[in-house]
């Protein structure tokens, strides 16, 4: 059975991240979308994985966790052998590189798949989503309606 994981903050979810997730669901026999557990977070980590959750409820194959710690290891206790890792531009590129590197090192038997952002999701990032949201931007074309309505709720926009 191929099993990947889909690692990231995801704080928030994205149409972006949403599209990497269909995706790779496609590819596929399980997907395991890895939420990180970081205590610099906008979102808690039991809300970003709810929304997350609530968004692929459409997916079978997909289920959402939490982590901390090395996403590798956390790859061996999901017995997965994929990293799936979405791709903007260059800037990413350079990022996800020496990351894939220093993974495949610790573990050489977890391969790292990268699938390139759509061109209508090119821009959008977590960081920036936060942003514009925290500066009063409606950024419900950018992510999923419950996010948005979280995102409201969270910057009183």
């Known amino acids: 059975m191929a099993v990947a994981v889909y690692p990231g903050r995801f704080d928030p979810v994205t149409n972006g991240h949403l599209d990497i997730t269909q995706r790779a669901a496609a590819m596929f ?20 994985v ?5 968004a692929v409820k459409n997916l079978p194959n ?10 590798v290891a956390f790859a061996r206790e999901e017995k997965a052998n994929v990293l799936v890792r979405g791709i903007r531009a260059f800037t990413d590129f350079e ?3 020496d990351m894939a590197l220093m993974n495949k090192k610790m573990a050489p038997e977890i391969e ?8 209508e999701h090119l821009f959008v990032s977590g ?5 514009v949201a925290n500066l009063g931007y409606d950024a419900s074309d950018l992510v999923p309606p ?10 009183n926009c």
């Open 29 to 48: 026999e399980q997907l395991v979308v890895a939420v990180y557990d970081m205590p610099d977070a906008v979102f808690p980590i039991e809300e970003r």
């Open 50 to 54: 709810m929304m997350f959750e609530e």
């Open 62 to 71: 997909v289920i959402v966790k939490s982590f901390s710690g090395l996403v």
């Open 95 to 97: 990022a996800e590189f």
């Open 112 to 119: 790292s798949v990268y699938l390139m952002a759509s061109l």
């Open 127 to 131: 960081r920036r989503i936060r942003e």
């Open 146 to 155: 419950h996010v948005a309505e979280a995102l409201r709720r969270k910057f």
